[in-house]
């Protein structure tokens, strides 16, 4: 690292002072946990507004080159940025897939013209991206998604239906994997990668409402939708591969992420002050040995995975299997939370029954919310046992 | 950053790579597994060649200082090479040895550079802890009489067949100490080898009555350092799980990447292939919680932080090998439930692991009051 520790302290100083003065009261509406929730209006108004706030004062995608938007800094200062956006219970970053996988996947393979035409807006909340992977009938086995996209002169014509696309009815780009050649002997071989305009006739995205009863995903439809050539990536036959990269991105294998700051953090130190309120056999709940006990293993998990994070750098430390952790840090991570945010909706006795909108639900239904949310987490971005998958063959190489 | 996640110093030292890799092809070269299970029926439980080779290179005295004749490399560097030992499943008197040599170190001091020589040395000794079977308890029952006597018995001495020299915990009119016992002041029958579940292990019950003592260390330093060496323990009970978890892991992959059933691999079930990945996780964070138990130890000595990391260790570990060697009998079929399967080693460590120094319900219940009180 060639930041100095001293120049870093005197940035946090600086941010966190910026943060006092800018980070907004809560807004009289609820806010969403992710950015797979923004599910109104009022709520991407406000988030479009705090992501250009700190875009403009120079803390958005700090490690991202100047000429797109950055800061041309050491990633170092992004990370800080991030702890403090933490700290400050600041509302998140919601141009997620943009600032987190977009961005960081045209830094790396994108053409001069696509940074020039993308990054920007990206960073200043300007242009809206989705990810327009998964279809109704192909989620997991990604690689035999089915819509069409057949070249005509200049344009390609996409017809098929994405779905659960995330921000799909807000965005104004998508990330499009389709099928260019339906007879390739490989079926990856015949898929596409394309930088779809989404505001464009043929195109709709229709909301799907979720578990936790807000909105945030969507079922788009593409009927006969005309999109530019020229939004094609590398050369057609080359979207797997591009695929692959970006789900390194949404998978946190590959650093680049133009802020971390994408969910509302919710830590097991909350979970545990949270919890004390509540009693057990009349006394205060963490006298309970059973509970305890539960308490300290999910504990001990929060730290194995900060120990993850921290090992993957010593790579004396890491050298049996090299890939391990980055690879399996979403199938801990994600699961942990899970079970994290489950024992906090759990521990509530007959208060775990209520739900958001119950004026009496403890922190209104915050717990119950936050596991039912995770969901988007453990199935997202390759669920869980697909995750096992990966981690059983490319780190353990096991067969298929 | 989390305050009940707290402190992640993580460090791996020069030293620690070096002695890990010097340890590694010291098992792999001169303790195939075929050279363990030769000794499983013998009374000692090792080879004799292999330990003096052990001596040799130093692995007693590792964080022994240099006045005793010790590399002074402080406590953290024993843990790559018991790391090593346990992958071999080799049983020697090093970590008992180790942690005898701690305690006295920790207790005495000055006064014991006799006894800590002979130990950077070679000498086998072990420490005399437990009254009966809880490792919560006290332990101090053998008591000192007005002679100069002790009276009681200790059991589940670890290497007792072999060691030179016992460390007794006992008490005298309540106030812990420990008294210095050599071999030779025992008679033959005050010694009960047990019949241990693990048989690369060596154990015994011991009727210390009417011995008298080389020597006795009483004062706050005992209790200090019995708390250390409980922790030390732990950490060290959790180091050798650790590489023990990582060899079963070997075993469980080579074996569903060769047997076949219903005309594949078994590898390719996902019944075995997803348990085998949570058996990978769980070694994981167990070596994670070692090497930063050592971080801290090196940095801070036993600070709470340190008890937190050893305490956590312990339970990773001892839940992880449990787990990774169940599951390896399981994962073998038939073959597995053999006594020449390597998996029978496995399960045979874990259930000897999971209880020294404590099992997890008891560090967990420690953690508790550390974390939420
Ligand atoms: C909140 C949320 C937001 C999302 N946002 C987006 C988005 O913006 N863009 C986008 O493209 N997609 C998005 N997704 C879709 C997500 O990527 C898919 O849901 C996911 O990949 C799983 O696909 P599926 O839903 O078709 O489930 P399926 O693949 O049908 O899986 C059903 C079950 O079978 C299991 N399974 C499947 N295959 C295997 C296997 N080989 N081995 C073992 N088990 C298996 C799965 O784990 C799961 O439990 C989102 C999903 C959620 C929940």
């Not at chain 2, 590399?71 to 992958?87: T, W």
Request: proline share 3%; charged share 20%.
């Amino acid at each position: 690292m060639s930041e100095s520790k001293a120049a870093l302290k005197e940035f946090q100083t600086e941010v966190r002072a910026w943060m006092k003065e800018n980070v907004p009261a809560p807004p009289p509406f609820l806010l969403p946990l992710s950015f797979l929730e923004v599910g109104t209006e009022q709520q991407l108004d406000f988030l479009r507004e705090w992501q250009h706030r700190v875009w403009s004062a120079g803390y958005l995608g700090m490690h991202w080159p100047k000429e797109y938007g950055g800061q041309g800094a050491d990633p170092a200062y992004q990370g800080v940025v991030d702890r403090e956006l933490g700290a400050a219970n600041a509302p998140i970053m919601f141009n997620t897939i943009g600032l987190g996988w977009v961005g960081p996947l045209l830094l790396e393979m994108g053409t001069e013209d696509e940074k020039a035409k993308y990054l920007k807006a990206i960073l200043s909340g300007e242009e809206i991206w989705c990810q327009g992977f998964s279809e109704p009938d192909h989620g997991s086995d990604l690689g035999a998604v089915q819509t069409r996209a057949v070249r005509d002169g200049d344009e390609y014509v996409i017809n098929g239906s994405k779905i659960w696309t995330t921000m799909g009815n807000y965005a104004d780009h998508m990330i499009l994997l389709a099928r260019t050649d339906p007879t390739a002997e490989r079926k990856y071989d015949g898929l596409s990668f394309f930088l779809s305009p989404m505001k464009i006739p043929g195109v709709d995205a229709v909301p799907i409402r979720k578990v936790t009863g807000e909105y945030g995903f969507n079922q788009v439809f593409f009927t006969d939708a005309r999109i530019p050539a020229s939004t094609l990536m590398l050369e057609e036959g080359k979207g797997w591969q591009v695929a692959m990269k970006t789900l390194e991105y949404e998978r946190g294998v590959q650093a680049g992420q133009g802020t971390s700051h994408w969910a509302v953090s919710i830590q097991i130190d909350d979970l545990i002050d949270d919890l004390r309120g509540f009693e057990r056999d009349g006394e205060p709940l963490f006298q309970d040995p059973s509970v305890r006990d539960q308490a300290v293993t999910l504990i001990m998990e929060a730290k194995a995975l900060a120990l993850s994070q921290r090992r993957m750098r010593l790579s004396g430390l890491t050298s049996d299997f090299p890939m391990g952790l980055p690879l399996s840090s979403k199938y801990r991570g994600t699961e942990w939370a899970r079970r994290m945010k489950l024992f906090g909706t759990a521990m509530q006795g007959a208060s775990s029954s209520l739900y958001m909108g119950d004026g009496d639900a403890y922190r209104g239904g915050f717990w119950q919310r936050a596991y039912f949310s995770n969901f988007g987490m453990t199935i997202g971005g390759g669920t869980t046992q697909v995750q096992a998958n990966i981690i059983a063959e490319h780190v353990l190489g096991l067969p298929k | 950053m989390s305050s009940l996640v707290g402190n992640v110093a993580l460090n791996f030292s020069e030293e620690q790579s070096m002695l890990l890799d010097v340890a590694r092809a010291f098992v792999r070269d001169k303790a195939p597994i075929d050279r363990v299970r030769a000794q499983l029926e013998t009374e000692a439980g090792y080879d004799q060649a292999v330990w003096q080779e052990m001596v040799d290179l130093g692995w007693t005295g590792i964080a022994l200082p240099e006045s005793v004749g010790g590399s002074a490399l402080g406590f953290s560097a024993v843990v790559p090479v018991i790391e090593a030992l346990g992958h071999g499943l080799l049983g020697t008197p090093l970590m008992d040895t180790t942690l005898a040599g701690q305690l006295l170190l920790r207790a005495g001091g000055a006064a014991q550079e006799s006894a800590l020589a002979a130990i950077a040395e070679g000498e086998i000794a072990t420490v005399a802890f437990l009254d009966g079977a809880d490792w919560g308890a006290d332990n101090t029952g053998v008591s000192l009489d007005d002679q100069g006597c002790l009276q009681g018995s200790k059991s589940f001495v670890g290497s007792a067949q072999v060691a030179s020299r016992f460390v007794v915990v006992g008490n005298q009119g309540g106030e812990p100490l420990l008294a210095v016992v050599a071999r030779d002041a025992l008679s033959d029958d005050a010694l009960v080898a047990n019949t241990l579940i693990d048989l690369t292990k060596r154990s015994a019950r011991i009727d210390f009555s009417g011995v008298k003592p080389e020597q006795v260390i009483t004062g706050e330093a005992v209790v200090a350092a019995l708390r250390d060496y409980r922790l030390l323990g732990a950490l060290l009970a959790a180091v050798e799980a650790t590489g023990a978890g990582a060899r079963c892991l070997e075993v469980i992959v080579d074996y569903l990447k060769t047997r076949k059933q219903f005309g594949k691999l078994i590898g390719s079930y996902q019944a075995l292939k997803h348990p085998t990945v949570d058996i990978y996780c769980a070694v994981e964070d167990s070596r994670s919680f070692c090497y930063h138990a050592a971080s801290i130890i090196e940095e801070g000595g036993l600070s709470a932080d340190a008890e937190t990391a050893c305490r956590m260790a312990k339970t990773s570990a001892g839940d992880m090998l449990v787990f990774a060697g169940d599951r390896a009998v399981q994962f073998h079929g038939g073959i597995g439930f053999t006594w020449d399967c390597d998996s029978t080693l496995f399960i045979r460590r874990a259930q000897w692991t999971q209880q020294v120094f404590g099992d997890a319900i008891h560090h967990r219940k420690r953690l508790a009051s550390l974390l939420l009180d």
